[in-house]
């Protein structure tokens, strides 16, 4: 059974950066997409971005573009969240998830989320 793990949430400044890490196991991690979902306050969980299960292709939502670099190891099996230029707007638990099948592109797991506040 396929399990997530989120780390690297914290407190930062706005305009800070920060790095989330997401290790998954119990499946054969380099045949299955991966992606990134947040859940700011008021609001419900988003979309933030995703990447193929090569990592040849990235795809994301446009508050991320140029701020938000996802990416993954396959020889760790671990697939990261780069962010750039946090903006208190950010502010929120993000989570790593992924399908429940390989080469699926919807995302039906979860991991458990991890804090993220920007604030100063």
């Known amino acids: 059974q396929v399990q997530l793990v989120e780390s690297g949430g914290g407190l930062v400044q706005p305009g800070g950066s920060l790095r989330l890490s997401c290790a998954v196991s119990?499946?054969?991690?380099?045949?299955?997409?991966m992606g990134w979902f947040r859940q700011t306050p008021g609001k419900e969980r988003e979309f933030v971005t995703g990447i193929s299960w090569a990592g040849g292709n990235t795809y994301s939502a446009q508050f991320a573009k140029g701020r938000f670099t996802i990416s993954r190891d396959n020889a760790k099996n671990a697939v990261y969240l780069q962010m750039n230029n946090l903006e208190p707007e950010d502010t929120g638990v993000y989570y790593c998830?992924?399908?429940?099948?390989?080469?699926?592109?919807?995302?039906?797991?979860w991991g458990q989320g991890t804090q993220v506040t920007v604030s100063s």
């Open positions: 119990g499946v054969t991690f380099s045949d299955y997409v």
């Open positions: 998830s992924t399908g429940e099948r390989p080469y699926d592109f919807s995302f039906h797991v």
